[in-house]
């Protein structure tokens, strides 16, 4: 019997469950929707204001110029009227239509550059206005993504897992808002560049095929030659961005290559002098720990590039049959640990969880004045038949 009931009551949540998942995701699409129908009207808005400044500009130029002339006009009609008798009727008559001309033309001149201005700031009104919104609509896709997870989730050991450590679910909150933050990230950095830029191809596109319909071959081929130019920083971005969420070479070199080449950008980005240190030959490791220890030197270097103020860092990496040792050391202004330690950083908090997960060690090194030192400790299998390379240390 009491099977029964209780069978009855997970069926009844079940149902309500799947009921209220259905709706936070059918109202999660429709808010996409809208953000991305404000994505498109904020990029046609953008090409709309662009072209409205230069026309501005243009007419500002035209404007000036009628003034210069109306000028020019009232003085000649000026110095007419002060020797009237010397000009023939014609003439005067001359003067008089091309000063009343001039001035017509001012006029009509100033009018279309007020309205222009009017429309530029209705213009940048709405976009600052659609700008909001789209901010508003990515804060709530994050946050209805958030309770997506728990909802789909299995609640009943989400329960037990409460029940014995509430400091998880602190942490298994903060990394699905780590991960929420990471995709709005990647998703604001694909709209901010390739998806920009798509959008300019496809503009640039037409403007291309109008002139070739016009025959205006010469200024076809230089706008092709700048739609190259767009198509190649937009293959630049997508491959920064493919890098940044997992770095292909990792997979197909491996981790030494994969940070010589990692560590030559960041040396451009940050303007750092960096080092690599292979103390032991180099080893091919499991995929899953490559990845975790390029990611654990990737968040050091970051943490380095952010806080310490550092001319030079060095990553030191030692291979052993069960073990693989790595340091990230740099010669910043460093920090008192003890204050550190009262306050926590989450980034610092997601490091040792990462190196807890793996059951290795993380050892943070650092004074004030001292630079930084954090070394991990990562247990390890080494696949077989995968040692190459004997060079010690290598510069990047």
């Known amino acids: 019997m009491y099977v029964t009931e209780a069978n009855i009551d997970f069926q009844l949540l079940d149902e309500v469950m799947n009921k209220t998942i259905s709706s936070v995701e059918e109202s999660r699409e429709k808010i996409f929707d809208i953000a991305?129908?404000?994505?498109?009207?904020?990029?046609?808005?953008?090409?709309?204001?662009?072209?409205?400044?230069?026309?501005?500009?243009?007419?500002?130029?035209?404007?000036?110029?009628?003034?210069?002339?109306?000028?020019?006009?009232?003085?000649?009609?000026?110095?007419?009227?002060r020797s009237f008798h010397q000009y023939s009727e014609a003439e005067i008559r001359e003067a008089y239509e091309q000063a009343s001309q001039m001035q017509i033309k001012l006029s009509l001149s100033r009018d279309k550059e007020l309205h222009l201005r009017q429309r530029r700031d209705e213009l940048e009104r709405r976009?600052?206005?659609?700008?909001?919104?789209?901010?508003?609509?990515?804060?709530?896709?994050?946050?209805?993504?958030?309770?997506?997870?728990?909802?789909?989730?299995?609640?009943?050991?989400?329960?037990?897992?409460?029940?014995?450590?509430?400091?998880?679910?602190?942490?298994?909150?903060?990394?699905?808002?780590?991960?929420?933050?990471?995709?709005?990230?990647?998703a604001r950095d694909i709209h901010d560049g390739p998806a920009q830029s798509m959008a300019n191809v496809t503009l640039r596109s037409e403007i291309v095929e109008?002139?070739?319909?016009?025959?205006?071959i010469d200024e076809?081929?230089?706008?092709?030659?700048?739609?190259?130019?767009?198509?190649r920083a937009s293959l630049m971005d997508v491959r920064k961005i493919i890098f940044d969420l997992r770095p292909m070479a990792l997979d197909d070199l491996g981790l030494v290559p994969t940070l010589r080449k990692y560590l030559e950008e960041y040396e451009k980005r940050h303007g750092i002098e960096t080092k690599?240190?292979?103390?032991?030959?180099?080893?091919?490791?499991?995929?899953?720990?490559?990845?975790?220890?390029?990611?654990?030197?990737?968040?050091?270097?970051?943490?380095?590039?952010?806080?310490?103020?550092?001319?030079?860092?060095?990553?030191?990496?030692?291979?052993?049959?069960?073990?693989v040792h790595f340091r990230v050391l740099d010669d910043g202004v460093g920090f008192d640990q003890a204050v550190k330690a009262e306050r926590p950083q989450f980034g610092i908090m997601g490091m040792r969880e990462r190196?807890?997960?793996?059951?290795?060690?993380?050892?943070?090194?650092?004074?004030?004045?001292?630079?930084?030192?954090?070394l991990f400790s990562i247990p390890l299998r080494i696949e077989e038949g995968s040692k190459r390379g004997n060079s010690i240390e290598t510069k990047p």
């Not at 109008?210 to 025959?215: T, W």
């Not at 076809?220 to 198509?231: D, F, G, I, P, W």
């Not at 490791?285 to 860092?313: C, D, G, P």
């Not at 807890?356 to 001292?370: D, E, F, N, V």
Request: hydrophobic content about 40%; overall charge positive; aromatic content about 2%.
């Open 36 to 81: 991305e129908n404000a994505h498109k009207e904020s990029n046609y808005i953008s090409l709309e204001l662009e072209a409205l400044k230069r026309e501005i500009e243009w007419v500002i130029s035209q404007t000036d110029e009628l003034e210069l002339q109306a000028r020019k006009a009232r003085q000649k009609l000026a110095s007419i009227s």
């Open 276 to 323: 690599l240190t292979l103390l032991t030959p180099e080893c091919r490791l499991q995929n899953s720990i490559e990845v975790a220890v390029f990611r654990l030197i990737q968040e050091s270097l970051n943490n380095t590039a952010k806080h310490a103020k550092a001319r030079h860092v060095e990553v030191r990496l030692e291979f052993k049959p069960h073990v």
């Open 220 to 231: 076809a081929k230089v706008e092709l030659r700048l739609l190259k130019e767009l198509t």
């Open 210 to 216: 109008r002139m070739l319909n016009q025959n205006r």
């Open 355 to 374: 190196v807890k997960l793996l059951q290795g060690k993380m050892k943070i090194t650092s004074a004030p004045g001292k630079g930084t030192s954090v």
């Open 127 to 186: 976009h600052r206005s659609i700008l909001s919104t789209i901010e508003k609509s990515e804060n709530l896709i994050a946050q209805m993504g958030i309770v997506l997870n728990y909802l789909q989730g299995n609640l009943r050991k989400v329960g037990i897992a409460l029940e014995s450590a509430q400091n998880q679910q602190l942490l298994g909150i903060q990394i699905i808002q780590a991960q929420e933050e990471e995709r709005k990230r990647v």
